[in-house]
Nanobody, 124 residues
Framework: QVQLVESGGGLVQAGGSLRLSCAAS????????MGWFRQAPGKEREFVTA????????HYADSVKGRFTISRDNAKNTVYLQMNSLKPEDTAVYYC?????????????????WGQGTQVTVSS
């Protein structure tokens, strides 16, 4: 079992930055691929970005490419999402997810564990 706790969300003006963190506990973190998803009101949960283990490969949704960066610190059992040049359409609850194994995965059905989410609100 893996427990995930996100933090770092908040209210920011358009063009600003936020850094989300996801702290993992429980079973060995280092053999899990990680991802970030988001869900806006009335919409499906959508893929944002993912990183493999040990962190050599990443993938981004087109909507965030060039603005968001995912990284992981396996020694601290933590994955990060640096979000720059934020837009109002980035407003959502952001969730981190963990999937056993080292390979990159892009679909929410491929992840076994989820955090409770952290709200990100971008004002115009």
């Amino acid at each position: 079992q893996v427990q995930l706790v996100e933090s770092g969300g908040g209210l920011v003006q358009a063009g600003g930055s936020l850094r989300l963190s996801c702290a993992a506990s429980g079973r060995t973190f280092s053999i899990y691929a990680m991802g970030w998803f988001r869900q806006a009101p009335g919409k499906e949960r959508e893929f944002v970005t993912a990183i493999n283990w040990p962190g050599s490969t990443t993938h981004y949704a087109d909507s965030v490419k060039g603005r968001f960066t995912i990284s992981r610190d396996n020694a601290k059992n933590t994955v990060y999402l640096q979000m720059n040049s934020l837009k109002p359409e980035d407003t959502a609850v952001y969730y981190c997810a963990a999937g056993p194994g080292s390979w990159l995965r892009l679909k929410k059905d491929e992840y076994s564990y989820w955090g409770q989410g952290t709200q990100v609100t971008v004002s115009s």
